[in-house]
């Protein structure tokens, strides 16, 4: 257990953490951060999300300035609408992992720091990618092309995140089988997922990059998650925080567990800033 200090920010994951199951943030939640930033803390997002995936909640949230998109491959400044602190992948990384997905049954998802993009006839069978879910937020956000491969080898040089969606779980671990020889960092999330990204970039990297930027420790940060793709922060982090509906690993890799993210459990970790 790592000792408990004065916290001065708190690393929201959002999906399965800040946002109930049906990806609304609770009226307990919003008024949990609202507190805690009128005492002085800072409170940010740490999401695997890219920017345009995310807008619909900086009306409802104002409080938060600061987001870690991308697993960390980017910082973002909400209030200036600017990114920074980019670590996009390498371009030849980029195009051995698209011609992976090219090869199977694959929905590669690009994150850019300015767009999100799907290809089209893909996005119409969500559900068969297991993403369904987030149909509202990916028809809203999503730029949509024709042919994916195309718009990934158009913008090699820009790529921050690569995900990528399986029809099934054990055709997921046949792809990380296959990219095991190439130099990046692999993460499961959702049901089917593979993320994607530059070798040493992950939520912990990020947090890091964003402390640097706010001058704070991150020894004085909570970082709060449920999925395995948010063990890097909740490592770097002063104390790490699991959300009741967190996978296995993650609750016994957490200094502490709260309520689900159906009851209110991210508010519960926000008042650990006030430990």
């Not at 670590?87 to 994150?111: S, T």
């Not at 200094?255 to 008042?271: F, H, M, P, Q, T």
Request: with cysteine.
């Amino acid at each position: 257990m790592k000792q408990e200090a004065c916290y001065k920010l708190a690393a929201l994951d959002m999906d399965g953490t800040l946002l109930n199951s049906r990806k609304k943030v609770s009226t307990k939640n919003r008024q949990a951060i609202q507190e805690a930033v009128s005492h002085g803390k800072t409170i940010v997002y740490a999401t695997g999300r890219a920017v345009c995936e995310m807008e619909e909640y900086f009306e409802q949230l104002p409080e938060i300035r600061y987001a870690i998109f991308a697993s960390g491959a980017g910082l973002y400044d909400i209030q200036e609408q600017r990114a920074f602190g980019l670590r996009p992948l390498p371009p030849e990384v980029a195009a051995v992992i698209l011609e992976e997905a090219k090869a199977r049954d694959i929905m590669p998802q690009i994150v850019l720091a300015d767009c999100d993009a799907v290809q089209q006839d893909q996005l119409d069978q969500l559900e068969k990618y297991w993403m369904g879910v987030y149909r509202p937020m990916y028809e809203r956000a999503m730029t949509r092309v024709v042919d994916i491969h195309a718009f990934g080898a158009k913008h090699l040089d820009e790529i921050l995140k690569i995900n990528l969606y399986h029809t099934n779980p054990e055709d997921r671990v046949l792809t990380l089988q296959e990219l095991s020889g190439t130099q990046i960092e692999k993460v499961f999330s959702e049901r089917t997922s593979l993320e994607c990204s530059a070798k040493g970039v992950n939520k912990g990297s990020g947090l890091e990059a964003l402390c640097s930027e706010l001058g704070i420790e991150p020894a004085a940060c909570i970082a709060v998650g449920d999925a395995e793709n948010d063990l890097p922060m909740m490592r770097v982090a002063g104390l790490g925080v699991a959300m009741g509906n967190a996978h296995q690993r993650v609750r016994k890799a957490a200094d502490r567990i709260v309520a689900g993210n159906d009851e209110n459990g991210c508010a519960e970790a926000i008042r650990l800033l006030f430990s």
